[in-house]
Protein backbone atom coordinates (compact mmCIF):
# COMPACT_ATOMS: atom_id res chain seq x y z
CA UNK A 1 0.00 0.00 0.00
CA UNK A 2 1.54 2.91 -0.96
CA UNK A 3 -1.44 5.53 -0.19
CA UNK A 4 -1.30 8.70 1.39
CA UNK A 5 -4.49 10.08 2.67
CA UNK A 6 -5.92 13.55 2.90
CA UNK A 7 -8.98 14.80 4.27
CA UNK A 8 -11.13 17.17 3.19
CA UNK A 9 -10.70 17.20 -0.31
CA UNK A 10 -12.05 20.92 -0.40
CA UNK A 11 -12.00 23.42 2.34
CA UNK A 12 -13.55 26.45 1.73
CA UNK A 13 -13.00 28.98 4.65
CA UNK A 14 -13.36 32.84 5.78
CA UNK A 15 -10.09 34.87 7.21
CA UNK A 16 -11.32 34.61 11.13
CA UNK A 17 -12.00 31.14 10.79
CA UNK A 18 -10.04 27.97 12.60
CA UNK A 19 -9.86 24.66 10.45
CA UNK A 20 -7.74 21.48 10.27
CA UNK A 21 -6.04 19.57 7.17
CA UNK A 22 -5.12 16.42 8.16
CA UNK A 23 -3.39 13.22 6.58
CA UNK A 24 -2.66 9.91 7.05
CA UNK A 25 -0.33 7.14 5.78
CA UNK A 26 0.75 3.31 7.05
CA UNK A 27 3.26 2.61 4.55
CA UNK A 28 5.59 2.52 8.09
CA UNK A 29 7.40 5.99 6.97
CA UNK A 30 8.93 8.37 9.26
CA UNK A 31 9.25 11.54 7.76
CA UNK A 32 6.18 13.35 6.49
CA UNK A 33 5.75 17.13 4.90
CA UNK A 34 3.31 19.80 4.10
CA UNK A 35 3.88 21.61 0.74
CA UNK A 36 2.20 24.45 -0.69
CA UNK A 37 1.02 24.39 -4.50
CA UNK A 38 -0.43 27.25 -6.50
CA UNK A 39 -1.54 26.93 -9.81
CA UNK A 40 0.82 26.07 -12.67
CA UNK A 41 4.19 25.96 -10.01
CA UNK A 42 5.48 23.56 -8.39
CA UNK A 43 5.19 22.06 -4.86
CA UNK A 44 6.69 24.47 -1.97
CA UNK A 45 7.98 22.82 1.08
CA UNK A 46 6.29 24.51 4.43
CA UNK A 47 7.25 21.81 7.28
CA UNK A 48 8.76 18.42 7.79
CA UNK A 49 8.44 16.24 10.27
CA UNK A 50 10.75 13.61 10.99
CA UNK A 51 10.31 10.83 13.58
CA UNK A 52 7.28 12.61 14.79
CA UNK A 53 9.44 16.53 15.51
CA UNK A 54 9.57 19.09 13.12
CA UNK A 55 12.33 19.11 11.64
CA UNK A 56 12.32 21.25 8.99
CA UNK A 57 10.00 24.91 8.91
CA UNK A 58 10.30 26.72 5.94
CA UNK A 59 9.56 30.25 7.56
CA UNK A 60 6.10 29.63 7.35
CA UNK A 61 3.51 32.36 8.93
CA UNK A 62 2.39 31.24 12.28
CA UNK A 63 -0.91 31.57 11.22
CA UNK A 64 -0.47 27.72 9.67
CA UNK A 65 0.39 25.47 12.74
CA UNK A 66 1.16 21.60 11.93
CA UNK A 67 1.18 18.70 14.38
CA UNK A 68 2.39 15.21 14.45
CA UNK A 69 0.23 13.31 16.93
CA UNK A 70 1.29 9.66 15.68
CA UNK A 71 3.67 8.73 13.28
CA UNK A 72 0.92 7.75 10.75
CA UNK A 73 -0.83 11.27 11.12
CA UNK A 74 0.10 14.65 10.06
CA UNK A 75 -2.49 17.69 11.01
CA UNK A 76 -2.00 21.49 9.57
CA UNK A 77 -4.10 24.07 12.05
CA UNK A 78 -5.24 26.83 9.62
CA UNK A 79 -6.07 29.98 11.77
CA UNK A 80 -6.26 33.78 10.48
CA UNK A 81 -5.29 32.65 6.86
CA UNK A 82 -5.20 35.42 3.81
CA UNK A 83 -6.92 35.25 0.73
CA UNK A 84 -3.51 34.77 -0.66
CA UNK A 85 -2.70 31.39 1.17
CA UNK A 86 -5.68 29.90 -0.91
CA UNK A 87 -3.84 26.83 -2.74
CA UNK A 88 -3.17 23.34 -2.91
CA UNK A 89 -2.28 21.92 0.24
CA UNK A 90 -0.07 18.17 -0.48
CA UNK A 91 1.02 15.88 2.34
CA UNK A 92 3.84 13.93 1.08
CA UNK A 93 5.77 10.77 3.20
CA UNK A 94 9.01 9.28 2.50
CA UNK A 95 11.55 6.81 5.00
CA UNK A 96 13.31 8.83 7.43
CA UNK A 97 16.92 10.61 6.63
CA UNK A 98 19.48 7.94 5.27
CA UNK A 99 19.10 5.64 2.71
CA UNK A 100 17.05 5.54 -0.43
CA UNK A 101 13.42 6.85 -0.40
CA UNK A 102 10.81 8.01 -2.24
CA UNK A 103 8.81 10.54 -1.29
CA UNK A 104 4.76 9.63 -2.45
CA UNK A 105 2.10 11.96 -2.23
CA UNK A 106 -1.52 12.57 -1.55
CA UNK A 107 -4.46 13.80 -3.50
CA UNK A 108 -4.31 17.65 -1.93
CA UNK A 109 -6.61 19.70 -0.11
CA UNK A 110 -8.30 22.76 -1.92
CA UNK A 111 -8.07 25.73 -0.04
CA UNK A 112 -9.79 28.81 -0.38
CA UNK A 113 -10.06 31.56 1.65
CA UNK A 114 -12.59 34.08 0.87
CA UNK B 1 20.30 30.11 -10.07
CA UNK B 2 17.93 27.96 -9.35
CA UNK B 3 19.34 24.26 -7.95
CA UNK B 4 16.52 22.59 -10.33
CA UNK B 5 15.97 24.20 -13.93
CA UNK B 6 13.43 22.32 -15.81
CA UNK B 7 11.42 23.66 -19.23
CA UNK B 8 8.12 24.36 -18.19
CA UNK B 9 6.96 24.08 -21.80
CA UNK B 10 4.18 24.06 -23.05
CA UNK B 11 4.87 20.62 -24.94
CA UNK B 12 2.26 19.40 -27.64
CA UNK B 13 3.04 16.17 -29.39
CA UNK B 14 0.76 13.69 -31.63
CA UNK B 15 -0.44 10.98 -30.16
CA UNK B 16 2.65 7.51 -30.82
CA UNK B 17 5.01 9.94 -30.28
CA UNK B 18 8.10 9.79 -28.31
CA UNK B 19 8.88 12.67 -25.85
CA UNK B 20 11.78 13.53 -24.04
CA UNK B 21 11.52 15.83 -21.21
CA UNK B 22 14.98 17.01 -18.90
CA UNK B 23 15.64 18.78 -16.11
CA UNK B 24 19.26 20.11 -15.53
CA UNK B 25 21.00 21.13 -11.74
CA UNK B 26 23.56 22.30 -10.66
CA UNK B 27 24.41 20.47 -7.23
CA UNK B 28 26.37 17.63 -7.58
CA UNK B 29 25.46 16.50 -4.35
CA UNK B 30 22.24 15.27 -5.16
CA UNK B 31 22.19 11.42 -5.35
CA UNK B 32 18.24 10.53 -6.12
CA UNK B 33 16.67 11.67 -8.63
CA UNK B 34 12.52 11.38 -9.27
CA UNK B 35 10.28 11.93 -11.93
CA UNK B 36 6.20 12.81 -10.81
CA UNK B 37 3.17 13.13 -12.95
CA UNK B 38 0.26 15.38 -12.17
CA UNK B 39 -2.96 15.73 -13.77
CA UNK B 40 -4.45 18.68 -12.94
CA UNK B 41 -5.97 19.51 -9.53
CA UNK B 42 -4.13 16.30 -8.08
CA UNK B 43 -1.52 15.42 -6.30
CA UNK B 44 1.72 14.26 -8.33
CA UNK B 45 1.97 10.91 -8.66
CA UNK B 46 5.40 9.34 -8.53
CA UNK B 47 6.64 7.88 -11.65
CA UNK B 48 10.09 6.99 -11.37
CA UNK B 49 13.12 7.12 -8.74
CA UNK B 50 16.57 6.21 -9.79
CA UNK B 51 19.30 7.12 -7.71
CA UNK B 52 22.53 6.17 -9.98
CA UNK B 53 23.48 7.16 -13.40
CA UNK B 54 22.20 5.23 -16.26
CA UNK B 55 18.36 3.89 -17.80
CA UNK B 56 15.58 2.49 -15.62
CA UNK B 57 13.37 1.34 -17.76
CA UNK B 58 9.51 0.84 -16.43
CA UNK B 59 6.63 0.02 -19.40
CA UNK B 60 6.74 3.08 -21.43
CA UNK B 61 8.73 5.27 -19.48
CA UNK B 62 12.10 5.56 -19.44
CA UNK B 63 14.42 7.45 -17.07
CA UNK B 64 17.85 8.54 -17.57
CA UNK B 65 20.56 10.15 -15.10
CA UNK B 66 24.34 11.67 -16.36
CA UNK B 67 25.84 12.92 -13.27
CA UNK B 68 28.67 14.03 -15.02
CA UNK B 69 26.31 16.33 -16.98
CA UNK B 70 24.13 16.88 -13.88
CA UNK B 71 21.00 16.34 -16.18
CA UNK B 72 18.55 13.73 -16.02
CA UNK B 73 15.87 12.71 -18.77
CA UNK B 74 11.92 11.32 -18.95
CA UNK B 75 11.12 9.15 -21.83
CA UNK B 76 8.00 8.59 -22.89
CA UNK B 77 7.69 5.67 -25.72
CA UNK B 78 4.27 5.42 -27.90
CA UNK B 79 2.42 8.62 -25.88
CA UNK B 80 -0.90 8.60 -25.00
CA UNK B 81 -3.48 11.02 -24.30
CA UNK B 82 -3.74 10.13 -21.20
CA UNK B 83 0.21 10.38 -20.70
CA UNK B 84 -1.31 14.50 -21.12
CA UNK B 85 0.03 15.86 -17.84
CA UNK B 86 2.46 18.17 -15.77
CA UNK B 87 5.83 16.13 -15.43
CA UNK B 88 7.78 17.22 -12.34
CA UNK B 89 11.64 16.21 -11.99
CA UNK B 90 12.78 16.42 -8.24
CA UNK B 91 16.04 15.22 -6.71
CA UNK B 92 17.48 14.80 -3.20
CA UNK B 93 20.86 14.86 -1.34
CA UNK B 94 20.95 12.88 2.27
CA UNK B 95 18.35 14.45 4.47
CA UNK B 96 15.01 14.85 4.51
CA UNK B 97 14.27 17.74 1.63
CA UNK B 98 13.08 17.66 -2.23
CA UNK B 99 14.11 19.99 -4.77
CA UNK B 100 11.85 20.09 -7.58
CA UNK B 101 11.63 21.29 -11.17
CA UNK B 102 9.16 23.60 -12.17
CA UNK B 103 7.03 21.30 -14.42
CA UNK B 104 6.65 20.67 -17.81
CA UNK B 105 2.95 20.79 -18.93
CA UNK B 106 2.59 18.08 -21.90
CA UNK B 107 -0.29 17.64 -23.97
CA UNK B 108 -0.68 14.12 -26.33
CA UNK B 109 -3.24 14.90 -29.46
CA UNK B 110 -4.87 12.10 -30.19
Known amino acids: DTEVTQTPKHLVMGMTNKKSLKCEQH?????MYWYKQKAKKPPELMFV???????INESVPSRFSPECPNSSLLNLHLHALQPEDSALYLC?????????????FGPGTRLTVL | QKEVEQDPGPLSVPEGAIVSLNCTYS??????FMWYRQYSRKGPELLMY????GNKEDGRFTAQVDKSSKYISLFIRDSQPSDSATYLC??????????FGTGTSLTVIP
Open chain 2, 90 to 99: AMRRTGNQFY
Open chain 2, 27 to 32: NSAFQY
Open chain 2, 50 to 53: TYSS
Open chain 1, 27 to 31: MGHRA
Open chain 1, 49 to 55: YSYEKLS
Open chain 1, 92 to 104: ASSQALAGISEQF
